[in-house]
C-alpha cells in the first residue's frame, strides 16, 4: 500500500473543515425556535431538534477525532524520517578515513 504523505495532511485539514461544519450546524439546530408551533406540535418539535442537535455534534466529534488520527499519522511520518536521516548522518561518518 502506498500513501503520500502531503494528502494525508491535505485529508486531515478537509476532516478538520467538516468537523467545524458539522458542529455549526450542531449549534443552528439546537438555536432553532418551536415558536410558532402549537402546544401539541411544539414538544415534538423540541424532542426533533434536539435529537438532531445531539446527532450533528456527535458526527462533529466523530470528523474532529479522525483528522487528530490523521494527524498522529503525520507525526508517525515525520518520527520516522527523523530516526532514517539520523542514520544516514551516521552512515555519512563512515566516508572519512579515521586516520
Known sequence: MEVVPL???R???AWDEQGLDTAAAAA?????STDG???AVAG????????WERH???LSDEAEARADRLRAVIADYLATDQAAGAHLLVLASYLRDPA
Open 7 to 9: 494528502s494525508v495532511g
Open 11 to 13: 485529508i486531515s485539514r
Open 28 to 32: 443552528q439546530i439546537g438555536s432553532a
Open 37 to 39: 408551533f402549537t402546544p
Open 44 to 51: 415534538a418539535a423540541a424532542r426533533f431538534t434536539t435529537a
Open 56 to 58: 450533528a455534534t456527535g
